[in-house]
């Protein structure tokens, strides 16, 4: 069913050979096109759905020059509209009394348009109807007012905007970001800055600490660490225990868990528990790195 030349390059003179081409496809007349689509839907004959695609090819360039503001390939906007050209005839009722070409328009666009949102940018945009209509809608009527003269105010863009969103029926708010994401198109951190060979990777500033913090950081958590080994070596080994699996472990023991790994009750851990950590509060005294939030010997009391 896919048409034997398709839109196989992206320069001029390719583009150019295949428009000559598909231009002299004859066209069908209502009654060839409805034949020949029942013949399609009733006996899936391939031949069939060749010639109806074929003989609406040159439908689907003029759709997709409509829209060359995207900055994407013509070739490429083409042929997503074959695509969605193909996939129309797969619905596509002759017994009603609608030409093929009417009835794929919609598909056509859908497809042309479904490509450009996925190719503008990494990030997701159009996500709702109301973004894809002011997405496709933008330029278009931003010119149109520009030209009927909307930009007497003291902020002409902002006049603009707000004509925009009202024949739109969006909200301004939409107008703005619609804008500044069209505008602010996608670059690589890779791309070389100027003639030097550095990059726009190597301007951005990193959000890890640094290097002074870091090292700071690491001698304070040794610091801390020691206080903590030394503390623990003051308890005996049930209550040691309690306090590495209640509060120093990530995955905490229950009471209860605790009690039947040693056999006695739950009061009696408990018990254990606030001892132990009252040794540690001795024994660490009022250091301020042992008050500090999180710390083990603050969750402890």
Same mark, same amino acid.
């Given at each position: 069913?896919?048409?034997?030349?398709?839109?196989?390059?992206?320069? #001029?003179?390719?583009?150019?050979?295949?428009?000559?081409?598909?231009?002299?496809?004859?066209?069908?007349?209502?009654?060839?096109?409805?034949?020949?689509?029942? $013949?399609?839907?009733?006996?899936?004959?391939?031949?069939?759905?060749?010639?109806?695609?074929?003989?609406? =090819?040159?439908?689907?360039?003029?759709?997709?020059?409509?829209?060359?503001?995207?900055?994407?390939?013509?070739?490429? =906007?083409?042929? $997503?509209?074959?695509?969605?050209?193909?996939?129309?005839?797969?619905?596509?009722?002759?017994?009603?009394?609608?030409?093929?070409?009417?009835?794929?328009?919609?598909?056509?666009?859908?497809?042309?348009?479904?490509?450009?949102?996925?190719?503008?940018?990494?990030?997701?945009?159009?996500?709702?109807?109301?973004?894809?209509?002011?997405?496709?809608?933008?330029?278009?009527?931003?010119?149109?007012?520009?030209?009927?003269?909307?930009?007497?105010?003291?902020?002409?863009?902002?006049?603009?905007?707000?004509?925009?969103?009202?024949?739109?029926?969006?909200?301004?708010?939409?107008?703005?970001?619609?804008?500044?994401?069209?505008?602010?198109?996608? #670059?690589?951190?890779? $791309?070389?800055?100027?003639?030097?060979?550095?990059?726009?990777?190597?301007?951005?500033?990193?959000?890890?600490?640094?290097?002074?913090?870091?090292?700071?950081?690491?001698?304070?958590?040794?610091?801390?660490?020691?206080?903590?080994?030394?503390?623990?070596?003051?308890?005996?080994?049930?209550?040691?225990?309690?306090?590495?699996?209640?509060?120093?472990?990530?995955?905490?023991?229950? =009471?209860?868990?605790?009690?039947?790994?040693?056999?006695?009750?739950?009061?009696?851990?408990?018990?254990?528990?606030?001892?132990?950590?009252?040794?540690?509060?001795?024994?660490?005294?009022?250091?301020?790195?042992?008050?500090?939030?999180?710390?083990?010997?603050?969750?402890?009391?």
């Amino acid at each position: 069913m896919i048409p034997r030349r398709q839109v196989a390059g992206s320069g #001029v003179a390719t583009l150019r050979t295949y428009l000559a081409e598909i231009g002299r496809i004859p066209l069908l007349s209502p009654a060839e096109e409805r034949s020949l689509a029942k $013949e399609y839907r009733e006996n899936g004959d391939s031949r069939a759905a060749h010639k109806l695609v074929s003989a609406n =090819l040159r439908f689907v360039v003029k759709v997709a020059y409509g829209y060359r503001f995207s900055g994407l390939k013509v070739a490429d =906007l083409i042929q $997503e509209g074959n695509l969605g050209l193909m996939r129309s005839l797969e619905r596509f009722d002759p017994d009603r009394d609608v030409r093929l070409i009417s009835y794929a328009v919609w598909w056509i666009r859908a497809y042309i348009q479904a490509y450009i949102l996925r190719s503008w940018s990494v990030v997701k945009l159009g996500t709702t109807q109301a973004q894809r209509k002011l997405f496709f809608s933008f330029a278009r009527t931003w010119r149109e007012l520009q030209r009927q003269g909307g930009t007497h105010g003291q902020n002409p863009a902002a006049d603009v905007s707000a004509g925009v969103a009202h024949r739109l029926n969006v909200r301004p708010a939409d107008v703005s970001e619609m804008r500044s994401r069209i505008e602010g198109r996608d #670059v690589s951190l890779d $791309e070389p800055v100027g003639e030097s060979d550095s990059t726009r990777i190597d301007f951005l500033a990193s959000a890890a600490p640094s290097q002074d913090d870091a090292l700071s950081d690491a001698e304070e958590l040794a610091i801390i660490a020691g206080r903590v080994q030394r503390a623990l070596g003051t308890l005996d080994a049930r209550e040691r225990y309690i306090v590495q699996m209640r509060l120093m472990s990530d995955e905490p023991m229950t =009471l209860k868990a605790l009690g039947d790994h040693f056999g006695f009750t739950r009061e009696r851990t408990r018990q254990l528990e606030a001892r132990a950590a009252a040794k540690l509060r001795l024994v660490l005294g009022n250091e301020p790195s042992a008050e500090s939030p999180g710390h083990p010997i603050r969750q402890a009391g």
